[in-house]
């Protein structure tokens, strides 16, 4: 299933666990440990993410071998 990318786009943290197929745990697990994606913190405390950092991020976790 192909997702619209729209420039300027932020994910809430339920689309990036989607996306990934991972539990929120890992998530917040992974930003704890400074290895996940950046986030931006709304003012009500809640998190976004840049598709693009998003996909940079990805990009940095892939395998080089």
């Known amino acids: 299933m192909a997702v619209a ?3 300027g786009q932020k994910l809430t943290v339920d689309e990036v666990c989607a996306e990934l197929q991972i539990a929120k745990s890992t998530f ?4 704890q ?3 996940g994606p950046r986030c931006i913190r709304l003012p009500n405390g809640s998190l976004r993410i840049r598709r693009g950092d998003f996909e940079n991020w ?5 395998d080089r071998l």
């Open 5 to 7: 990318v729209r420039p």
């Open 28 to 31: 917040y697990d992974w930003r």
């Open 33 to 35: 440990k400074g290895r």
């Open 58 to 62: 990805l990009t940095d976790c892939e």
